[in-house]
C-alpha cells in the first residue's frame, strides 16, 4: 500500500472548505472527512494496536473536530494538523481513562492473517513489526506521535513542527532521541536488540 | 527508503532501525462499512459531541448521591431528635 500523502491541500482550500462546513454544507464535511479518515485511522490504530477502539477514537476525533469546527482558526495550521491534534489528546485520554497499556498484538488487526497461516518469512516480517510496534509503544507519546508521523505519513520535520506545535529544530533533536528511545526499548522486548533482517 | 529518513544519525540509520521502520511500518485501511457509517452519521448530525453525554450522567449521578446522603442525615437527626 503507498503511504498516505498529508498536506497536499493548500491551506486557503482547507480554510475555504472550512468555511462551508461551519456554514452547515454537507459537501464540504464529506470532503473534510474523506480527506482525513484514514490517516487519523491510522495514527490512532497504530497508538493503540487496536482495530475496534482505533474505530471509536476515530468517530470521537470527527465528532468532536466537526461540533467543535467553528472555533478552528487558521493561523498556519492546516486543518489536518487541528485533527492529528485533537487525535494526540484523546489518545492520551484513552491511555489514561483505561488505564491499559498492555502490549496488544498485531494478530488482533483482521487485515493481517494469523501466524499459523503466513510462510515462514511472513511470520518473520510479522514478529519484527510486532516487537517493533511494541517498542514504539513503550514511548512517550510526543516521541510515538513523531515516529508515527514521519514513518506512516512521510512527513518532513517542517510539517510534524507545525502539527507538534515545536520548532523544526526541536522536531530534529527529539527525532534523534526518539531513536535511540526506540532502539534501547526493541533491545528490551528482543533480547538482542537486533531485528532480523528482511529478504525481499 | 523515505526521503526524510537518513538524513542524520549516521551510523547506517541508527543502526538500520529508519530502514526497519520505514519497510514495516505501512498504512492500514478502515473498514468501509464503518467509514460510511460514521460519515452518515456525521453529516446528519454535525454538532452532536458523544463525549459531553458521559460527563453528564457521571455529574447527575454524584449529585443525586449528595442529595440522597443529606436527606439520609436528615431523617436520622429528625429520628433522634423525635426519640
Redesign the interface.
Known amino acids: 500500500m503507498q503511504k498516505l500523502k498529508v498536506f497536499n491541500n493548500a491551506q486557503g482550500t482547507d480554510v475555504d472548505t472550512v468555511k462551508l462546513a461551519v456554514s452547515g454544507d454537507a459537501e464540504a464535511f464529506s470532503y473534510l472527512y474523506e480527506q482525513n479518515v484514514t490517516r487519523i485511522y491510522n495514527y490512532i490504530f497504530y497508538r493503540i494496536g487496536s482495530g475496534a477502539d482505533a474505530e471509536d477514537l476515530t468517530a470521537r476525533v470527527f465528532h468532536r473536530a466537526f461540533g467543535h469546527i467553528e472555533k478552528y482558526q487558521e493561523k498556519g495550521v492546516p486543518f489536518t494538523a487541528w485533527l492529528y491534534r485533537i487525535a494526540h489528546n484523546l489518545t492520551a485520554n484513552w491511555y489514561r481513562d483505561t488505564r491499559r497499556r498492555k502490549e496488544v498484538s498485531l494478530e488482533d488487526h483482521t487485515d493481517l492473517p494469523h501466524q499459523s497461516e503466513l510462510p515462514e518469512r511472513e511470520l518473520e516480517k510479522t514478529q519484527e513489526k510486532e516487537v517493533l510496534l511494541n517498542a514504539i509503544r513503550r514511548l512517550p507519546p510526543d516521541r510515538q506521535q513523531l515516529i508515527l508521523l514521519k514513518y506512516l505519513e512521510d512527513l518532513s520535520n517542517g510539517e510534524i513542527a507545525v502539527i507538534m506545535g515545536k520548532t523544526e529544530g526541536a522536531i530534529k533533536s527529539l527525532y534523534h532521541r526518539s531513536l535511540i528511545a526506540l532502539r534501547e526499548q526493541v533491545m528490551e522486548i528482543s533480547g538482542t536488540g537486533e531485528l532480523n533482517e528482511i529478504k525481499d | 527508503m523515505?526521503?526524510?529518513?537518513m538524513e542524520?544519525?549516521g551510523s547506517k540509520g541508527?543502526?538500520?532501525?529508519?530502514e526497519?521502520?520505514?519497510?514495516?511500518?505501512?498504512?492500514?485501511?478502515?473498514?468501509p462499512e464503518?467509514?460510511d457509517a460514521?460519515?452518515l452519521?456525521?453529516?446528519q448530525s454535525?454538532?452532536?459531541?458523544?463525549?459531553t453525554g458521559k460527563k453528564k450522567v457521571i455529574w447527575m449521578v454524584a449529585a443525586a448521591g449528595m442529595v440522597t446522603g443529606a436527606l439520609l442525615v436528615w431523617l436520622l437527626h429528625r429520628k433522634r431528635d423525635n426519640d
Open positions: 523515505t526521503t526524510n529518513g542524520q544519525a541508527l543502526w538500520g532501525l529508519e526497519k521502520l520505514s519497510s514495516l511500518l505501512e498504512p492500514v485501511t478502515p473498514g464503518f467509514v460514521l460519515r452519521k456525521l453529516t454535525p454538532s452532536v459531541i458523544l463525549e
